[in-house]
Structure formats: C-alpha cells, structure tokens
C-alpha cells in the first residue's frame, strides 16, 4: 500500500461513524467524574432529555454501552418471547442482519421480500398483515433509512398498514441512520420501539446506542420472556438513572450535551433536515451527471425513498467499487463507504450525514470524480458542476 499523502486533512465520506465536529470533540475530553456526582446527572439527565426531543417522544428511554447492534438486541428480547413471529420489511443488508440476530435468538422471522433498488412494496405487507388472521405476527421490524442501499422507508406508510390492518403487532423502527439527519417522530408515527446510536446524525463516537420504548412496548416488555440481563429494561428502571445495567460512559454524554446544543440551539432540527436534503440532492445530481457514458449510477431506482443522509452508488459492469475507494483512499486521502453483503465490490456509498456542509460535500465529489479518472472509470466529467447548479 503506497503511503497516505500525509498533508492536509483526510475527507471522511463514510456514512456512519461520522465526522465530529471540534467542540464535540473537545467537549468528550473531559476528565472523569462519579456517575452519581449530582453534576454529572444534571448532564446525564438533559442529555435524555434531549434525546427524547430528537426522537420526538415522551416515553420511556433506555440506554446502552455498545453500538446499534446492542440496541437492535435490547429491543427484541425485550420485548418477545421464544418463538414469537417477527415479520421484517427486507430493505437491504441491515434488515438481513437484524433478521439474522432475530433468528440467533430463537424468534420465528418471516419478511416481506423486496427488490433493492426499488424498495419494499407496502402493498405486501398489507396483504401479509391482513393474511394473519390468528395474530401470530408479533412485531413488525422496519430499517427507517437502509445504510447499505441509500435507501429511506417511509414509516407512517408503514403505521398506516397495520392501523388498516387492525393488526396488532408491535411496530419497531431502527433509525440509526436516520435520526438527526431525516425526519423522525417515534410517538406521532405510532411506533413502538426505536434503535438508535451515538455515531451518525448525533455525530459522536461510537460506543452508545439506546431505544425508546411506548407505552404499548412496555406492556409487551412485562410479558416478554427472552433471556436478558445487561438489557433488561426492568433492571435498569430500578437503577438511579433508569438506564445502563452497568458502568456509564459519562465522557460521551459531555458530547452528547454539546451536539444536542449544536443540533437543537445553534442550527434547529428542522435546519438540520433541511442541510441533509441540501446536500443529498447535490450528491445525486453529481451522480446522475456521472452515469451518463455507462458511468456509475444511482443505486437507488425509486425517488421517492432516496435517502437524504446516503447515497449508495452502482459501478459499471465489469469495474471494482473497492479498487476505486482504494484510490481515492490511498492517492487522496477520501474515505469512502464500501458496497455490503451482495454489494461488496458493486456498490460504494458517500455518507451525507452529521457535521457536514457544501465545502466538505464538494471536495469529497471532486475527489470522487479524480479517483475515477484516475483509475480508469467510465464516466461523463463535470459531476461537480452539475452539484454546484443543484447547490446555487
Ligand atoms: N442499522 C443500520 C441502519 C446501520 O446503518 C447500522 C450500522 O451502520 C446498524 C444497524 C448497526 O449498527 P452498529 O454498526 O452501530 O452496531
């Protein structure tokens, strides 16, 4: 491997973890303290607070050391019991893998298979739901925004199936790359269990995740018999922080607190959602200008999902995603997203999401469209240009 140019900062274009921003940064450095120090809880405490802003909810949150793998398992065995039926919305390859872990743990998992580039037909799951009669299906699992396709899943679609329905089963929404980036309201939307980590929209480290958790999912929860332990939510309700069976990793809620300010105060949610739009139009506008000449193309077929926080890019035929991200990463010092599962060497993917604006947007396009040239892709130049209309 030749050496990184070592000048200048690394552009960091992955779509989860994400770039932090200095103060955040700044603001996790902080000398350790008791978690039971009342200074700390007062932070601990606006921190939920604040989380439960971003998640629009007024329910119950709980909290875990561990990435969203972490909170994708708290919320199935707490809330399911050894052989229940899940039914999954097959998005891509996060949907597989929750499914997987699903079946791990003893769950019965039927999903509503879909093509990748077009997106889940919501017309099946209805068909799916009113097909089961008895109720055997316990939970309906959804990947709000599929990390591996760029792809977004519109959830009240989704709400709107099983109240059409009268179905009962337990809704359940990962939006570990969506929240803070796309619109998400957890209790507006009906949902009963939401997946959530540190390391995307609420640009931090990675190493938190957590789940907010209904009314509706709490009554599951006391019925739920799943074994668990560090997840347990009735363990952590007797905790003095109603949360983390365990050490708190308090030096991440010193930046939580600063991006909720950042997120909340200095820009809006709603300026937030608006920059990600922004931004992810410039990307696909870049791409699309690029597909001409059997250059790369949008993987994505149905505008209506395209996700606003990444975008997942189709090589052609014949050419290797991951020869062209190691140029990018080796020549130019640009960290692109690899293709995942069946998109491995296919599919490369920008993340557009957290603590970015157009300067950093249209470099990473730049050096995309040098990478390219330099390793031979097909492509129709002048991608950027086409990002700077979409942009002006
Ligand atoms: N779900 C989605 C949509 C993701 O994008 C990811 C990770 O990128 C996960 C789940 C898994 O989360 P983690 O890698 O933090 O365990």
Same mark, same amino acid.
């Given at each position: 491997e030749p050496a990184r140019k070592?000048? $200048?900062r690394q552009f960091f274009a992955n779509p989860g973890p994400t770039n932090i921003p200095d103060s955040v940064l700044l603001a996790t450095a902080h000398q350790t303290v008791d978690f039971n120090d009342p200074n700390f809880i007062a932070v601990y405490e606006a921190c939920v607070a604040g989380l439960k802003r971003v998640l629009k909810t007024q329910q119950e949150i709980f909290l875990y050391t561990g990435s969203g793998h972490a909170a994708w398992e708290a919320s199935l065995v707490n809330l399911l019991s050894p052989g229940d039926r899940i039914l999954i919305l097959e998005s891509g390859y996060f949907s597989l893998s929750w499914a997987a872990m699903a079946q791990d743990l003893g769950l019965a998992v039927q999903s509503v298979a879909a093509d990748w580039r077009r997106g889940v037909d919501l017309a099946a799951l209805r068909e799916a739901l009113a097909a089961d009669k008895g109720h055997g299906i316990k939970a309906v699992c959804v990947v709000h925004n599929e990390t591996a396709t760029g792809m977004m899943i519109p959830l009240p679609e989704v709400r709107a199936a099983l109240d059409a329905t009268g179905h009962p089963a337990l809704f359940l929404a990962? +939006? /570990? *790359? *969506?929240?803070?980036s796309l619109d998400f309201r957890m209790d507006e939307w009906g949902i009963d269990a939401c997946v959530g980590g *540190?390391?995307?929209?609420?640009?931090l480290p990675t190493g938190m995740s957590f789940t907010g958790v209904s009314a509706k999912g709490m009554a599951a929860h006391a019925a739920s018999t799943l074994p668990k332990h560090y997840f347990n939510w009735t363990n952590m309700l007797k905790r003095p922080h109603r949360s983390?069976? $365990? +050490? /708190?990793?308090v030096s991440l809620f010193y930046g939580l607190q600063e991006s909720l300010r950042l997120i909340e105060?200095?820009?809006?949610l709603e300026n937030v959602f608006a920059r990600h739009t922004r931004l992810a139009k410039a990307v696909r506008a870049a791409v699309q200008h690029w597909s001409g000449n059997n250059g790369p193309q949008l993987f994505c077929l149905n505008p209506a999902r395209y996700s606003d926080s990444v975008t997942a890019i189709l090589m052609p035929e014949g050419y290797d995603a991951d020869a062209l991200r190691a140029v990018a990463l080796q020549k130019f010092n640009l960290s692109l997203g690899g293709g995942l599962g069946p998109l491995g060497g296919k599919v490369f993917r920008i993340g557009h999401l957290g603590d970015l604006n157009e300067p950093m947007i249209l470099g990473t396009l730049a050096t995309v469209e040098l990478a390219m040239k330099t390793a031979g892709v097909p492509h129709t130049p002048g991608g950027v240009q086409a990002a700077i209309e979409a942009l002006a």
């Open positions: 070592p000048r $200048g990962d +939006t /570990i *790359s *969506s929240l803070g *540190s390391q995307k929209g609420l640009m983390f069976v $365990g +050490t /708190i990793p105060q200095e820009e809006g």
